[in-house]
């Protein structure tokens, strides 16, 4: 009797943990599913100068349109350095290299060294001063010992990050033909 | 009673994973994305900061070439890549150095340096833009980085920059520094491996294609290389980067595959030819 109401409650249990457990992973998956998380079609965003909109992915096919910097695609199929993407009614096909993740306006430069010298925090300072340091001693060890067998020239390289960059006139320059 | 506590921590884990999920999945979800882009941020912070004591070795070496409308040239060009296919946090850097040395050198977060030598050697800007793009793709895909082994226990290389050179300690600097010569040496003797060179190759040829220039002038700079391999003008690339023949087959294997072979794009023969006319 004992034996008996054992096994039964065992099924039972095993039963409940079934159940559970498949609910559980059909919940879940369509949650994931709705959000967006594992399914394909992504949005992405045209970088760069532009990116021609073809039929198939070739470059011998016909061009459908030219997309303009900035507009929102939804990936649908890769296929090598093609992707193929959605913009409005058109489907088409574009270089992988230009679309990016985010949207392209939203530029984020984490380098902002000069800006980040005046700010109040003194770590980027000390860093720098660290680094002249270096350049003008070569950095001792506690031995005093000198730890780096190489030169440094952190004027050179001071000079040429001092060298002036347009994003948006190099762009210009490079589709400029001669 | 016996058989719930067997299995009471399959319970518990079943229990708290349903109600992780019901418990603003969304909101979860975004805390993780702004974690994940905050730790970016600090470890990008981290690699310009690797990358520049890289840069200034790479300069004890070799001087920096000063001619502003040459260095003025490659920057346009340079930055109009990157400005396009480039890693949109960084900026980028392009300088000339000034020996008869054909090599080009990119150290991480985003300092690509050229050869006087190599620039000579071509014969117009679509191989400029070629091998730009390679020393691009070194600094996106984190080549050196990650050859480094600069990770943290969970294996992520993303992580991993800022534990390990993030200290403001003398011994972190120390360690920084060890990690400088480290990977001056790698671009001056060991090099990368194969695969990150191959790598390197293939998406130089695709940037080379989605900018509209001329994918077949990179493989025929690689094949005007050959002779000067042996001699000792281009000994430190032949000692750092696969031979010629794997790196010309493995980019034919590339432009078969994506059937790129009749994409005729731009060369700029006569523009390259008068900005590099002073060197």
Not at chain 2, 58 to 83: C, F, M
Request: aromatic content about 10%.
């Amino acid at each position: 009797m004992e034996a008996l109401h054992q096994t039964q409650l065992n099924s039972f249990m095993l039963g409940k943990i079934k159940s559970v457990l498949i609910f559980s992973t059909l919940f879940l998956s369509t949650m994931v599913l709705a959000d967006g998380g594992l399914a394909k079609e992504e949005t992405r965003y045209i970088k760069g100068l532009g990116a021609v909109l073809r039929e198939q992915p070739s470059f011998q096919s016909k061009k459908l349109t030219k997309l303009s910097r900035g507009t929102k695609v939804l990936t649908v199929e890769t296929k090598g350095i093609w992707y193929k993407v959605q913009v409005g009614e058109n489907q088409g096909w574009i270089l992988r290299g230009q679309i990016t993740n985010f949207p392209v306006k939203i530029k984020r430069f984490v380098f902002g060294q000069k800006i980040r010298l005046n700010s109040s925090s003194g770590r980027r300072i000390r860093l720098r001063t660290f680094t002249a340091v270096v350049g003008v001693k070569g950095l001792v060890d506690n031995k005093g010992e000198k730890i780096s067998p190489y030169q440094t020239d952190y004027v050179a390289l001071e000079w040429l990050e001092s060298q002036p960059s347009d994003e948006e006139n190099s762009v210009r320059f490079l589709t400029l033909s001669e | 009673m016996n058989l719930f506590s067997k299995h009471l921590w399959f319970y518990i884990f079943i229990i708290s994973f349903v109600f992780a999920s019901f418990g603003n999945a969304q909101e979860f979800r975004l805390r993780a994305h702004h974690l994940f882009w905050k730790n970016q941020e600090a470890n990008t912070e981290r690699e310009i900061d690797f990358g520049r004591g890289v840069s200034a070795k790479i300069l004890g070496k070799y001087p920096i070439l000063r001619d502003e409308g040459t260095v003025r040239y490659i920057n346009q060009i340079g930055t109009g890549i990157s400005a396009q296919l480039g890693r949109p946090e960084l900026r980028y850097y392009f300088g000339i150095l000034d020996t008869d040395e054909i090599n080009a050198f990119a150290a991480p977060g985003g300092y690509i340096f050229v050869t006087r030598g190599a620039l000579i050697l071509m014969s117009n800007e679509a191989q400029l833009a070629g091998v730009l793009a390679h020393e691009l793709a070194h600094v996106d895909q984190k080549h050196i980085v990650r050859k480094l082994k600069l990770q943290s226990t969970d294996r992520s290389v993303t992580s991993g920059i800022a534990q390990v050179l993030g200290g403001a300690t003398l011994s972190a600097k120390i360690a920084l520094e060890r990690l400088n010569d480290l990977a001056f040496k790698m671009l001056m003797e060991e090099g990368l491996s194969k695969e990150d060179e191959a790598d390197a190759d293939q998406k130089a040829l695709e940037m080379l294609t989605s900018l509209g220039y001329d994918p077949q002038s990179y493989l025929d700079y690689l094949q005007s290389l050959k002779p000067y391999l042996e001699q000792g003008q281009a000994k430190v690339l032949s000692k750092t980067h696969p031979t010629i023949i794997f790196r010309y087959n493995n980019l034919r294997e590339f432009i078969m595959k994506n059937d790129l072979e009749n994409f005729k794009g731009k060369k700029n023969e006569k523009r390259f030819r008068n900005k590099i006319a002073t060197l």
